[in-house]
């Protein structure tokens, strides 16, 4: 049997339970390994080896190290092509061209002011620190313009990249669980009638599910 493949950081990171979600889809062997980051240990000399900017997730399989959840998530799925979700990374060029470039448009147009809103949102109040509502407003107004394209996207096709889910629809899961589930802003979403039914979709598949049970067993 397979080494698993060791994932260090706490499930209720964004970054982190996107990794989680695509070796869920994937059926690949992990162990979570936690890192307490309210004590500076992914700071240490040792994790630092591993993620030499004191980030997380970290990920091994085996003798390799890989950080950037994205970049981790391509691996998985190219490492293990036959196994899980098949189709989760493309299975040709041309898919894989489109989930690629829906994965830049995560990465480079919703995650920035996304991720914004969930710290804003979601995590100041938490760590006891002071919102800013100008900045609160401002990614409200950049992720919905984003939105709206995504709203004519999916009108078009069942999923960003096409019609099967992918790797593209997975990645913005983390950000946009915290934006409906835990804030007050998920009209965002579910006010925009294909972008409600993308999310309804792809946040009741069970490697979301068994990633959410994660996060609130470790909350």
């Known amino acids: 049997m ?49 993620q030499p900017f004191g980030q997380v997730p970290a990920f091994q399989d085996e003798e390799i190290s890989l950080f950037e959840s994205r970049a981790i998530c391509r691996y998985i799925c190219d490492k293990h092509a036959d196994k899980g979700n098949r189709g989760l990374y493309g299975t040709n060029p041309l898919v894989k061209a489109s989930i690629d470039q829906w994965l830049e448009a995560e990465g480079q147009n919703f995650n920035p002011p996304s991720s914004v809103l969930v710290f804003q949102l979601a995590f100041a109040p938490r760590m006891k620190i002071k919102q800013d509502p100008a900045v609160i407003k401002q990614n409200e107004e950049k992720l919905g313009k984003v939105l709206d394209v995504y709203e004519k996207r999916l009108g078009e096709s069942r999923f960003l990249a096409g019609d099967e889910f992918s790797l593209a629809d997975l990645s913005h899961l983390p950000n946009t669980h915290y934006l409906v589930s835990v804030t007050d ?12 039914r993308w999310w309804g979709e792809i946040s009741g598949r069970d490697s979301w599910k068994k990633v959410v049970e994660m996060q609130n067993q470790g909350s």
Do not use: W
């Open 2 to 50: 397979a080494t698993p493949v060791k994932v260090y950081g706490p499930p209720l990171s964004t970054a982190v339970s996107r990794v989680l979600a695509c070796l869920l889809e994937k059926d690949v062997n992990f162990q979570l390994i936690s890192v307490n980051m309210s004590k500076g240990e992914h700071k240490a000399p040792d994790f630092l080896k591993i």
């Open 185 to 196: 802003r998920g009209e965002l979403f579910t006010s925009r009638k294909n972008v409600g």
